[in-house]
């Protein structure tokens, strides 16, 4: 579901492109996972959406790049991007103390990837990360804003406060969806960096730079796939995308399993 928090912000940013999201409810979460099941799960889900004939692909998940972006990007014939890159140079730009903290799954902090790209960027700042295993499923719930969140929240926190961080990475693209809690538990002197703003950033970026873009003058499409449920994925869609979603398509995992045989 995080992901349609990523298409929001590319509806927003380009209203003039056609999307198609597929998500992989059959085999959720992905944050616990050992990481070469999610490289090989994000493998196969590339291949199925090039095989829809897409110009692009945004892996609209922090796991999921985590594990397998540099993969997708050598074996996909179109360009990838991904959630990591545009949140880790956002933070850089920034932070004032060189202090940054991250909030994401257990598979994003072990892949260690947002560490890489921050030392990349400034070998002197400081990367504080913190999995938060509890909060996405506390996301997923009928009430996302209960006061069991808010305690889930406090208690991720507290590390990077005591580390005196002024920049904290959300490193998933669930966490939008509960920004007021963050911003309440940091305050307002701690910058936010969110991926979807960013990412949608980086496509538009990239679609102009290879001159794969629309005709602005158009409206842009969007469809809907999943491997779970559909209408339990259009119900709490719907929540995410912050948009009314009317259809959405079954995919057999077998279907993906085959396009990346």
């Known amino acids: 579901m995080g992901g349609l928090t990523v298409l929001h912000e590319c509806l927003v940013t380009l209203p003039h492109e056609d999307f198609l999201y597929l998500g992989d409810h059959a085999r959720l979460p992905y944050g ?21 004939g897409v110009k692009l692909v945004v892996a609209a998940c922090n796991t999921a790049t985590s594990a397998a972006l540099p993969q997708l990007q050598e074996e996909l014939a179109v360009p990838v991007v991904g959630v990591i890159t545009p949140e880790a140079h956002a933070a850089v730009q920034a932070t004032r103390n060189r202090r940054i903290g991250l909030l994401a799954t257990e598979a994003t ?41 808010t305690d889930a929240v406090r208690e991720y926190a507290q590390p990077l406060k005591e580390a005196g961080v002024d920049t904290v990475i959300l490193g998933c693209t669930h966490y939008p969806l509960i920004r007021p809690i963050f911003q309440r538990v940091f305050g307002r002197d701690v910058t936010l960096v969110f991926s979807a703003e960013e990412t949608a950033r980086e496509v538009a970026e990239t679609l102009a730079r290879k001159g794969f873009e629309n005709d602005a003058t158009r409206e842009g499409t969007y469809r809907f ?16 995308l912050q948009l009314p979603i009317a259809d959405v398509e079954h995919v057999e995992l077998s279907a993906l399993t085959a396009a990346a045989a």
């Open 32 to 52: 616990p996972r050992p990481l070469d099941e999610v490289r090989q799960f994000t493998r196969e889900i590339g291949a199925f959406l090039e095989s829809q």
């Open 109 to 149: 902090v072990e892949a260690g990837r947002y560490a890489e790209l921050v030392r990349t960027l400034d070998a002197g700042v400081e990367l504080v990360p913190v999995a938060c295993p509890r909060l996405v499923p506390l996301i997923e719930n009928d009430d996302p804003f209960a006061a069991e969140t």
């Open 225 to 240: 796939l999943t491997t779970g449920e559909p209408e339990a994925f259009r119900t709490m869609g719907a929540r995410f």
